[in-house]
């Protein structure tokens, strides 16, 4: 079984600086898909960004990107210009490459505070 | 789309009281998921199903049902709940294809007293 550890249950920013949350996973599989998902007050999962173990280059979406090292299963969100609406619980998960596809196991979650 | 809707939003019930929570999805996805989220724990996957008719177990399936009659429903079976039940309840949907994003509902925050 897959298991994914955030060992940051909370970090803060200020606004505009730069932060990296953390994230670990322990699988025996060679293919598979890495999530960060954001959680505001309102409760909404929203899907942050993506990773496809396959793929090599590392994900960038606007402000997010990640650090993905498949050998050391490590895989980091990066925030660049923090704003006060990035507040929110962050939560790294993992997808196995199976036909279902529809099983994620979650971290425990960091907590975000930004600074204004 | 409403997208992935949950009812209700919140709910208390005492010890020993069934209920369904209940899910549905307008997107024709195949897969359905429930979730319950504790402090400290993430989400943690209840039960699955990958199409009418098909469903499975998750990592904490005990004290909880389900079944998927059609595509678009995939209510939650709390059949004599207890105390160790409170959390709040996601479901979830997505279609074909690991890549694919998985929808979340809005969450249903349960107590049980």
């Known amino acids: 079984a897959q298991t994914v550890t955030q060992s940051q249950p909370e970090m803060s920013v200020q606004e505009a600086e730069t932060v990296t949350l953390s994230c670990t996973y322990d699988?025996?599989?060679?293919?598979?898909?890495l999530f960060w998902y954001k959680q505001p007050p309102s409760r909404q999962m929203i899907l942050v960004i993506r990773?496809?173990?396959?793929?090599?280059q590392n994900a960038t979406e606007n402000r997010f990107s990640v650090n993905f090292q498949k050998a050391a299963k490590s895989f980091s969100l990066k925030i660049s210009d923090s704003q006060l609406g990035d507040a929110a619980m962050y939560f790294c998960?993992?997808?196995?490459?199976?036909?279902?596809?529809?099983?994620?196991?979650f971290g425990e979650g960091t907590q975000l505070t930004v600074n204004p | 789309n409403a997208g992935v809707t949950q009812t209700p939003k919140f709910q208390v019930l005492k010890t020993g009281q069934s209920m369904t929570l209940q899910c549905a999805q307008d997107?024709?996805?195949?897969?359905m998921s429930w979730y319950r989220q504790d402090p400290g724990m993430g989400l943690r996957l209840i039960h699955y199903s990958v199409g009418a008719g098909i469903t499975d177990q998750g990592e904490v399936p005990n004290g909880y049902n389900v079944s998927r009659s059609t595509t678009e429903d995939f209510p939650l079976r709390l059949l004599s709940a207890a105390p160790s039940q409170t959390s709040v309840y996601f479901c979830?949907?997505?279609?074909?294809?690991?890549?694919?994003?998985?929808?979340f509902g809005p969450g249903t925050r349960l107590t049980v007293l």
């Open positions: 699988t025996s599989e060679s293919d598979y898909y």
């Open positions: 990773q496809e173990a396959y793929k090599q």
């Open positions: 998960a993992y997808r196995s490459f199976e036909t279902s596809g529809s099983r994620l196991t």
């Open positions: 979830a949907s997505k279609t074909g294809g690991s890549y694919n994003e998985q929808f």
């Open positions: 997107m024709n996805h195949e897969y």
